[in-house]
């Protein structure tokens, strides 16, 4: 049964600190994963990662993926309070349309 | 905002009776979604639509469950004799078909469910 799981699944900082999010995953016939950040409402779309090495980036964060390792890290550099929130990592498998989420990570940012 | 809708947003029931949600989709995905997620855990995959036939069911959904689509559009899921362990986020989200990021999935706002 394909797997995802996070760590840490909770993690407090103070503002302007770096932190890492990690995501490994266990899937047959892998074809994407997925980061999503989810505050008090629906998870919003971060990165999609396809292929190994290749590093995605949108401003503060940034997200890669190692498929032979199967894993991925999240980074958020300078955190700000507003990056407070559950960040959810998810998989996909070809030939199936849904995705498989970890647990998710509970970041908290102190000011 | 043309994002993904659903309603209600909250909903209250005591155990045993009937529950429907609606779940309105961006208009040109027709992959349609439905997740369930409770407290402290990511979203659990239910069931999956494209247009109107529900291609996949995960064995979560119960008997008790059900969705539809009857039109491709809109979709509706239904509790029936809702039970204490029903109480949960209900989340849909919706897609169009192709490789890359159009297989991204949007997520709606989510309906809180609570079965006193």
């Known amino acids: 049964e394909d797997k995802v799981v996070q760590s840490p699944l909770s993690l407090v900082v103070h503002e302007g600190d770096t932190v890492t999010l990690n995501c490994s995953y266990e899937v047959t016939n892998f074809r994407s994963l997925l980061w999503y950040k989810q505050e008090k409402k629906a998870p919003t779309f971060l990165f999609m990662l396809?292929?190994?090495?290749i590093e995605k980036k949108s401003g503060r964060l940034s997200s890669i993926l190692d498929k032979k390792e199967l894993f991925s890290i999240l980074n958020i550099t300078a955190t700000q309070t507003g990056d407070s929130a559950v960040y959810l990592c998810?998989?996909?498998?070809?030939?199936?349309?849904?995705?498989?989420f970890g647990q998710g990570t509970r970041l908290t940012i102190n000011p | 905002d043309t994002g993904v809708s659903q309603d209600p947003r909250h909903k209250i029931t005591k155990r045993g009776q009937n529950v429907t949600f609606r779940c309105d989709p961006i208009s040109e995905h027709n992959r349609l979604y439905w997740y369930r997620q409770t407290l402290g855990q990511g979203p659990e995959f239910l069931t999956y639509f494209q247009n109107e036939a529900q291609l996949e069911k995960s064995r979560l959904l119960s008997d008790r469950f059900s969705a539809e689509r009857p039109k491709g559009s809109f979709s509706t899921l239904e509790i029936q004799r809702t039970e204490q362990g029903d109480s949960a986020m209900y989340l849909c989200?919706?897609?169009?078909?192709?490789?890359?990021?159009?297989?991204?999935?949007?997520f709606g706002p989510g309906t809180r469910l609570l079965v006193l």
């Open positions: 989200a919706s897609n169009e078909p192709g490789q890359g990021l159009k297989e991204t999935q949007y």
């Open positions: 396809t292929s190994s090495g």
């Open positions: 998810a998989v996909g498998a070809q030939g199936a349309q849904k995705l498989v």
